[in-house]
């Protein structure tokens, strides 16, 4: 099982960055893909970022790649998301995941592919 509890979220304005972080608990986190989501008012979860279990591959989202950078320290067990150049379209309730899948067997993308959540994290961003 895992325990996530994302940090960092805040109101900023158009242009700036944030490090969000993700701190896990649970023998298995190590074990297990990661990403990131989020859900604007009105809208659906939408996948942002993807990191694999031991920090090799990355996916992203269209709307951030190049802007968002995912990574994780196993050690600390930990995740995070570096949004930089940020938009009023990236505010949302940032959400931690955790795959059902251990190790490569995390499915892909999609919301219903993780099994563990955190509370998610506000980030606000003023034009």
């Known amino acids: 099982q895992v325990q996530l509890v994302e940090s960092g979220g805040g109101l900023v304005q158009a242009g700036d960055s944030l490090r969000l972080s993700c701190a896990a608990s649970?023998?298995?986190?190590?074990?297990?893909?990661m990403g990131w989501f989020r859900q604007a008012p009105g809208k659906e979860r939408e996948f942002v970022a993807l990191?694999?279990?031991?920090?090799?591959?990355?996916y992203y989202a269209d709307s951030v790649k190049g802007r968002f950078t995912i990574s994780r320290d196993n050690a600390k067990n930990t995740v995070y998301l570096q949004m930089n150049s940020l938009k009023p379209d990236d505010t949302a309730v940032y959400y931690c995941a955790a795959a059902r899948g251990l190790y490569g067997n995390y499915g892909g993308s999609a919301p219903s592919n993780f099994g563990y959540w955190g509370q998610g994290t506000q980030v606000t961003v003023s034009s």
């Open positions: 990191v694999t279990w031991a920090g090799g591959n990355t």
């Open positions: 649970g023998d298995t986190f190590r074990t297990r893909a």
